[in-house]
C-alpha cells in the first residue's frame, strides 16, 4: 500500500521437502555448465512477527572450478560416415580449452545430423548419435600397474583438480534399421502445379514431362519451365536437406501458391531412392481492393467558401502474372 508496506495473501507454506528439490535443480544446471566438484549449504531460520511465521532460506554456493574440454573425438562404426563427419568438424563450436556445457554438445549433435543429413543419410535421426564424456583415469585400474607409473597418473589427477579437463568422443549406437546407414539418391519427381485445397471430383491431370520433371496439371495457369527453374532437387541427385527445405521455402517465397507440399517415399532399387510427389496449392491469383474517401475543406483567411469532396480507390493485385508468379498491381 502506497509502497510502503505489502500484504502477503495465501504465503506458499514451508517445506522443508522444497530445499532439497532447489539443491537438485541448482546442483543439476552446475553440473550442465561443468562444475563438477560444486558444493551447496543452505540454511533457513524462522522469524516471528506479531501472527506471522516468516521464513528466511539461504543457499551458500561453491561452484568450484569449470572443466573445460581437453580433446575432442569422432568414432562412427560407419567410415562414410566417419569421413563425412570429419569434412566438416572444422565448424564446430566445440574448441580445446572452450567450457564444458551439456547445451554445446547438444547444439553439436545437431550440427552432425545435418552433416549427414546433407550428405544422403535421409533416415539418419538424433537417436543415432552420442557423446561419451571421459573424466576417469582408468589406467588406475590396471593391476599390473608398477608404483612408479601410478605416480605420475596420481599426480596427472592432482592437476586436473585444479584445472579438470574432459574429453568427449561422438559415437554412432548400433542400428537395429539397416537402412538407417544407407544414403539416398533422389529417383522419380513428379510436380503437381495447380492442386486444390477442396476438390469436389477427381480432377483430370494432363501428363508433361520436361527434363528431368513429371507435370500433371490440371490448368494452364502456370509456365512449366518457369517451374522446372525453381526446383533444386533432380532425379539422380543425392539427397541433401538443404536443397529440398530450399525448393520449398522458393516456392513459398514466390506468392503465388498458399500452400507448398513436399513428399518422400522411399524406393530401395540398384541403390536407395527417394521418389518426390511436389504438390503446389495456388492462391487466389486477384485481389481488388475498393476504398472510399470523403473530405472537407473548410473556409480559412482567404477563402469564404467550403468544399466537399468524394474519391473512389480502385486497387487490383495480380500473383501470377505473365504465369510465373510475378506481383502486380494497378491502382485508380
Do not use: C
Not at 134 to 157: C, G
Not at 174 to 196: A, C, K, M, W
Not at 208 to 222: D, E, H, K, M
Not at 291 to 296: G, I, P
Amino acid at each position: 500500500y502506497a509502497g510502503l508496506w505489502k500484504v502477503l495473501r495465501k504465503p506458499v507454506a514451508f517445506d522443508t521437502n522444497n530445499i532439497q528439490r532447489s539443491l537438485q535443480f541448482m546442483e543439476g544446471l552446475l553440473r550442465a555448465e561443468g562444475y563438477f566438484n560444486s558444493h551447496i549449504g543452505h540454511r533457513f531460520q524462522i522469524d516471528t512477527s506479531e501472527d506471522q511465521q516468516r521464513v528466511t532460506i539461504k543457499f551458500q554456493v561453491s561452484p568450484g572450478e569449470q572443466t573445460r574440454i581437453d580433446l575432442i573425438h569422432y568414432d562412427m562404426s560407419n567410415p562414410v560416415v566417419q569421413k563425412a563427419i570429419l569434412q566438416e568438424s572444422g565448424a564446430s563450436a566445440l574448441k580445446k580449452g572452450s567450457p564444458y556445457s551439456i547445451a554445446l554438445i547438444s547444439a553439436e549433435i545437431d550440427r552432425l545430423l545435418g552433416v549427414l543429413h546433407n550428405n544422403g543419410f535421409y533416415k539418419m535421426s538424433r537417436n543415432d548419435l552420442y557423446a561419451e564424456v571421459d573424466t576417469v583415469a582408468l589406467e588406475l585400474i590396471d593391476p599390473d600397474l608398477d608404483p612408479f607409473e601410478q605416480m605420475q597418473l596420481l599426480d596427472s589427477l592432482r592437476k586436473l583438480q585444479r584445472r579438470p579437463d574432459i574429453n568427449i568422443t561422438f559415437k554412432q549406437r548400433p542400428d537395429e534399421d539397416t537402412t538407417n546407414q544407407l544414403r539416398y539418391h533422389f529417383g522419380q519427381i513428379r510436380v503437381f502445379p495447380d492442386q486444390s485445397l477442396l476438390q469436389d471430383s477427381t480432377p483430370v491431370y494432363k501428363e508433361t514431362v520436361l527434363g528431368p520433371y513429371r507435370f500433371f496439371s490440371a490448368s494452364n495457369i502456370f509456365k512449366l519451365p518457369f517451374i522446372t527453374e525453381n526446383i533444386y532437387i533432380k532425379p539422380g541427385m543425392l539427397y541433401r536437406e538443404k536443397d529440398y527445405f530450399r525448393t520449398i521455402n522458393n516456392f513459398n517465397r514466390l506468392g503465388a501458391w498458399q500452400n507448398v507440399d513436399v513428399a518422400l517415399s522411399q524406393r530401395l532399387d540398384s541403390i536407395p531412392l527417394l521418389d518426390a510427389d511436389i504438390r503446389l496449392y495456388p492462391a487466389l491469383k486477384r485481389n481488388l481492393k475498393v476504398d472510399l474517401e470523403a473530405s472537407r475543406n473548410i473556409a480559412d483567411y482567404i477563402t469564404t467558401s467550403q468544399f466537399f469532396g468524394l474519391g473512389l480507390n480502385f486497387a487490383l493485385a495480380n500473383r501470377n502474372a505473365f504465369r510465373q508468379s510475378i506481383q502486380t498491381n494497378t491502382n485508380a
